[in-house]
């Protein structure tokens, strides 16, 4: 089922090229695009989409207030901001009201869609904290849980319990190209190459056991 998705975002070329890209990915379903503040404010309460994407800096109510408005109303919307304000105050801001990442608009395509992926499943993706928190993981524990998602935690235990692609879809509920589009990022995101490496990480980490 893939994950319904709103944007929220005041320039045209960059909307269109997003939602053209989004409509050739079967994680997501774009149920509504706004170029504002008060119009995407009417489409979250119509559709009550499973993420937002988010701009910052848009008309009439700026994505500060809208966000604080939809957290208000549901403390759990997965909100990702999109923006290319990427001061400290800005980022404080976005941490402060409660979104649950936001991503630089320089970033690559990839980038994003990967962010979006950990939203929508409930984990958290701030662009350098990520990439922070990948070079604790040797040493800091606690770090994979800041890096992967609960999904793909649990995707990457499965992986290295044995379990091939297909029974992994089906013990989630997922088709077999989400899982290996899950296992591609995972192995980018910690940076292994084989599955011998998943296994070894995933026992060091005690993801599973011996």
Same mark, same amino acid.
């Given at each position: 089922m893939p994950y319904r998705t709103l944007l929220i975002e005041d320039q045209r070329l960059f909307r269109s090229l997003l939602v053209s890209h989004l409509t050739e990915q079967a994680d997501f379903e774009v149920v509504g695009q706004a170029s504002d503040g008060q119009e995407g404010w009417e489409l979250y309460q119509a559709h009550q989409p499973d993420l937002i994407l988010l701009d910052i800096v848009i008309p009439k109510i700026d994505g500060f207030e809208l966000g604080r408005? =939809?957290? !208000? +109303?549901?403390? $759990? !919307? $997965? =909100?990702? !901001?999109? +923006?290319?304000?990427?001061?400290?105050?800005? @980022?404080?801001?976005?941490?402060?009201? /409660?979104?649950?990442?936001?991503?630089?608009? %320089?970033?690559?395509?990839? *980038?994003?869609? &990967? #962010?979006?992926? @950990? *939203?929508?499943?409930?984990?958290?993706?701030?662009?350098?904290? *990520?990439? %922070?928190?990948?070079?604790?993981?040797? @040493? &800091?524990?606690a770090a994979v849980q800041k890096v992967l998602?609960?999904?793909?935690?649990?995707?990457? #235990? #499965? *992986?290295?319990? /044995?379990?091939?692609?297909?029974?992994?879809?089906?013990?989630?509920?997922l088709s077999r190209r989400t899982v290996e589009n899950h296992r591609y990022r995972i192995m980018k995101k910690l940076n292994l190459q084989t599955t011998s490496e998943i296994v070894k990480f995933a026992l060091k980490h005690s993801l599973v056991s011996e």
């Open positions: 408005r =939809i957290l !208000a +109303t549901n403390g $759990n !919307a $997965n =909100i990702l !901001a999109i +923006t290319s304000q990427m001061d400290s105050r800005t @980022t404080h801001r976005i941490s402060e009201i /409660g979104f649950k990442g936001y991503v630089e608009k %320089e970033q690559p395509i990839e *980038v994003l869609q &990967d #962010a979006m992926l @950990t *939203v929508a499943e409930g984990g958290f993706y701030f662009t350098r904290l *990520v990439r %922070e928190n990948r070079y604790k993981l040797p @040493t &800091d524990f998602s609960p999904r793909e935690q649990a995707i990457l #235990a #499965a *992986v290295a319990s /044995g379990k091939t692609s297909q029974i992994i879809a089906q013990d989630f509920d």
